[in-house]
């Protein structure tokens, strides 16, 4: 069974960082599965964050996260990251891992940005 479990959520200070990770189980395919982080923050819906090849290489944002966020895999690990600077209270929400072949979610992980 695959399975994706998101982990590093908390609190954070505006203008803070934060890194979240998921961890891949389960997987044949890892490493040539393109994977991304999706967030639901208050008030709004579901939206993309970023998307990754598996090789890691090619990336994609969200124009709000241009800048601010960064993700990366570590394939070895099976192991995706989303690195998040600047924060704003705005950024507050659940953060999901994702697979988008076969609409695979873990069950996400808070983040909230407050002073």
């Known amino acids: 069974q695959v399975q994706l479990v998101e982990s590093g959520g908390g609190l954070v200070q505006p203008g803070g960082s934060l890194t979240l990770s998921c961890a891949a189980s389960?997987?044949?395919?890892?490493?040539?599965?393109?994977m991304g982080w999706w967030r639901q923050v208050t008030g709004k819906e579901r939206e993309r964050i970023a998307t990754?090849?598996?090789?890691?290489?090619?990336?994609s944002y969200a124009d709000f996260a241009k800048g601010r966020f960064t993700i990366s895999r570590d394939n070895s690990k099976f192991t995706l990251i989303l690195e998040m600077t600047n924060l704003v209270p705005e950024d507050t929400g659940m953060y999901y891992c994702v697979r988008p072949r076969g609409d695979l979610w873990g069950r996400g992980t808070q983040v909230t940005v407050a002073s």
């Open positions: 389960g997987f044949e395919d890892f490493a040539t599965s393109t």
């Open positions: 990754i090849g598996g090789s890691g290489i090619s990336t």
